[in-house]
């Protein structure tokens, strides 16, 4: 088991940065990449960054691509997403994710990572 703690959200004015981080507990030998989801209320959980932690591969969703930086500690149990020039449509529930797998691509979808945190609240004002 794999447990995920994220911190860092806030209310912030918008074109403001903040700094989510993600801590992991538990048996994180077993993980292979690690994400960032965000839901806005009445829509859909949507990919925003992962990372495969062999190697540091990232990617992004083209909506925060050049605004968003995923990275990740030395020890296998950080992971922080740094957010930029933050606009309104960004206000959402992030969520930290954990995937147990040996691929080299990233899948989008939430339903395969096997992990999840209880979410941190980000608010851009206008």
């Known amino acids: 088991q794999v447990q995920l703690v994220e911190s860092g959200g806030g209310l912030v004015q918008a074109g403001d940065s903040l700094r989510l981080s993600c801590l992991a507990f538990g048996r994180t030998s077993s993980v292979g990449h690690m994400a960032w989801f965000r839901q806005a209320p009445g829509k859909e959980r949507e990919f925003v960054a992962a990372?495969?932690?062999?190697?540091?591969?990232?990617d992004y969703a083209d909506s925060v691509k050049g605004r968003f930086t995923i990275s990740r500690g030395n020890a296998k149990n950080t992971v922080s997403l740094q957010v930029n020039s933050l606009k309104f449509e960004d206000t959402a529930v992030y969520y930290c994710a954990a995937r147990r797998t040996d691929l080299r691509t990233v899948d989008y979808r939430p339903i395969v990572y096997d992990y999840w945190g209880q979410g941190t609240q980000v608010t851009v004002s206008l």
């Open positions: 990372i495969i932690w062999s190697g540091g591969s990232t």
